[in-house]
Nanobody, 113 residues
Framework: QVQLVESGGGLVQPGGSLRLSCAASGIRFSGKVMDWYRQVPGKERELVARIGNSDSTVYADSVKGRFTISRDNVKNTVYLQMSSLKPDDTAVYYC???????WGQGTQVTVSS
C-alpha cells in the first residue's frame, strides 16, 4: 500500500520560511520522480517543483529562487524548503509521484501577517 504523508505546513508571516516534508512508503522511492503541487480553492492544482531520481530539478517560475526541492533516498522523504514566502504562496501543498495517481493528503500553508 502506497502512502505519502506530508507535514510541516502552518501559518507564517510574509518573508518567513517553512520546510515541508513528504514521507513515502510502499514504493521504490529512489527510482521515482517526486513532485510538490499546490492548490487554492477555485483553481487547478499547479506544479510547484519536481525532483528526478538523479536529483535534477524543475521549478515553477513563481517560486524560482525562493523554494528548493530535495530528497533523502535513505529516509524515503522529499522536502520543499520555502523561503521569502508571500501571501500568494498560501495554498494546500501536495506531494505526488510522477506518472501515478499517488497523492498525499495535503498540508496547509498560510502566509499572512
Amino acid at each position: 500500500q502506497v502512502q505519502l504523508v506530508e507535514s510541516g505546513g502552518g501559518l507564517v508571516q510574509p518573508g518567513g520560511s517553512l520546510r515541508l516534508s513528504c514521507a513515502a512508503s510502499g514504493i521504490r522511492f529512489s527510482g521515482k520522480v517526486m513532485d510538490w503541487y499546490r492548490q487554492v480553492p477555485g483553481k487547478e492544482r499547479e506544479l510547484v517543483a519536481r525532483i528526478g531520481n538523479s536529483d535534477s530539478t524543475v521549478y515553477a517560475d513563481s517560486v524560482k529562487g525562493r523554494f528548493t526541492i530535495s530528497r533523502d533516498n535513505v529516509k524515503n522523504t522529499v522536502y520543499l524548503q520555502m523561503s521569502s514566502l508571500k501571501p500568494d504562496d498560501t495554498a494546500v501543498y501536495y506531494c505526488h509521484v510522477l506518472a501515478t495517481n499517488y497523492w498525499g493528503q495535503g498540508t496547509q500553508v498560510t502566509v499572512s501577517s
